[in-house]
């Protein structure tokens, strides 16, 4: 594998060379991100209702992860076989059509939940749930490059984190509104658990065709799409291959740990928490990439130092009171028909009690912020501190029980909030028209996420706890921090793109 002979990427039609930036489409593209990111987290709260629901051992309630994320190599490898025999799909339909056939598919899976709740099918759960993954795969090789290019190539990285900070939104909601809907709303005496997720998913079927309408109405700008010639040039690349495996790493050990909270919080070592409290730290945990992409994005951005530095304790503020005051809603008491100052007092009631635990979350906020500074705006740099921090927060929850792990656990989410964007954007970074071609290799990547939790479940499995098992995300992290540290600029001087 070397990139001595490789072939100089095509120049792209993007705006990097202009710095032209577009706003409009830009933010058009953050409600997929948003959508998609709050859909994928309702497999966190889809694992413990299926685990009850069919009598299942960890291994079999992980594999919906590996159902949903193995969507995505097996539609990315799709991808790049056609990339690679007959061109770039993407760069002969464009971004717009690429987005509303991910769309499309994503509704089809999502509509797939109803039969399959109806018949009491966990076999149809996980093929429904694989084509809406297929659809997703559709949609992050479509999307993510697209937001890279929609301004200058130097600023990618602070495009693509503030995108992703709309994915954090919707990934913060999701826990909440999913474990409202799918534990309590939905859910009746003597009914099939499973049942309860058929309205919720029918929800999702709706506003993916909604927006499949929207965006096949809209007019988008066709930046950044040329020819590439059939083969698999973008292989040839060395730090290509290696942030191929880091985004394998960084979803597996993502998705591990977030598919393990709610019942990482039930042992009785930890916290003894039943799955409704415990959503609440799931929030808490996706909240926590809220908080690191919305500062990723400022700390990457080209503004004035001084505004940047504000801005850098002014919004992660703001995110964190958005967060306190979204994990205090008072769901039940909506639901439950209480008039509207019945359910002002409660939330106000329940914004205050909640103080005790975003009192000890404060401390953690306030080490992100510290670990920006060190990182000094560069993205492979900020990578390493970030995922460095994860491997040491890990290895503590391992050592130590009780609330110590319980917070470094719940923690670990404000630190892997940087970890796709800079991946993303570090891999892209001078690739041209090769950019949808190595999209397609990085979404493959997203295997991770099927493949990392099943193993993790199967360590917990074996030790007859969760606790060892997270040896697996701190292996995973370990090789994400090797990337931003020297992962990343392997091979680039010899292909012609910089150190």
Known sequence: MTSANAPAPLASASTSAGGQTYRGPFAIMTVLFFMWGFMT????????????????????????????????????????????????????????????????????????????????????????????????????????????????????????????????????????????????????ANVQGADSVKVPYLMFCIAFLILAAIFFVIKLPHVGEGTVEPGAGALKYPHVVLGVVAIFMYVGGEVSIGSSIINFLGQANVAAMSAIDAKNYVALFWGGMLIGRFMGAIELSEMQKINKQILLIIVPLLAYLFLWAAIS???????????????????????????????????????????????????????????????????????????????????????????????????????????????????????????????????????HSLQPAFIIPLIAYAYVGFYGWKGHKIGRSQAGLGA
């Open 41 to 188: 987290v309702f497999n966190d709260i889809l694992i413990p209702r299926f685990k009850e629901a069919f009598t299942l051992d960890y291994f079999q309630a992980m594999l919906v992860q590996f159902a949903f994320f193995g969507a995505y190599f097996v539609g990315s490898l799709i991808y790049f076989i056609i990339s690679a025999r007959l061109g770039d799909p993407i760069a002969k339909i464009g971004y717009k059509n690429g987005v509303i056939i991910g769309l499309l598919l994503s509704a089809f899976g999502s509509a797939l939940f109803w039969p399959a709740a109806t018949i009491i099918s966990y076999p149809l759960f996980l093929v429904a749930l694989f084509i809406v993954g297929i659809g997703f795969a559709m949609l992050q090789i479509a999307a993510n490059p697209y937001v890279t290019i929609l301004g200058p190539e130097r600023t990618a990285s602070s495009r693509l984190n503030l995108a992703q900070a709309f994915n954090s939104v919707g990934t913060t909601t999701g826990p909440l509104i999913g474990g409202f809907l799918i534990f309590q709303y939905f859910a009746k």
């Open 329 to 463: 809603a008072p769901l039940d008491a909506m639901h439950g028909g209480t008039s509207l100052s019945g359910v002002v007092g409660l939330w106000e009631s329940n914004f205050v009690q909640n103080w005790a635990m975003f009192k000890i979350y404060l401390p953690l906020v306030a080490l992100c912020w510290l670990m920006f500074q060190f990182g000094k705006a560069m993205a492979g740099r900020t990578l390493f501190i970030f995922a460095a921090t994860i491997v040491v927060l890990l290895a503590i929850a391992i050592i130590f029980g009780g609330k110590p792990a319980m917070w470094c656990v719940v923690g670990v989410g404000l630190f892997t909030s940087i970890g796709w964007p800079n991946i993303f954007s570090l891999a892209l970074d001078g690739m041209g028209t090769y950019k949808s071609q190595v999209s397609s290799l990085l979404v493959m990547a997203i295997l991770g996420g099927a493949l990392l939790p099943p193993l993790m479940g199967k360590v917990a499995d074996i030790a």
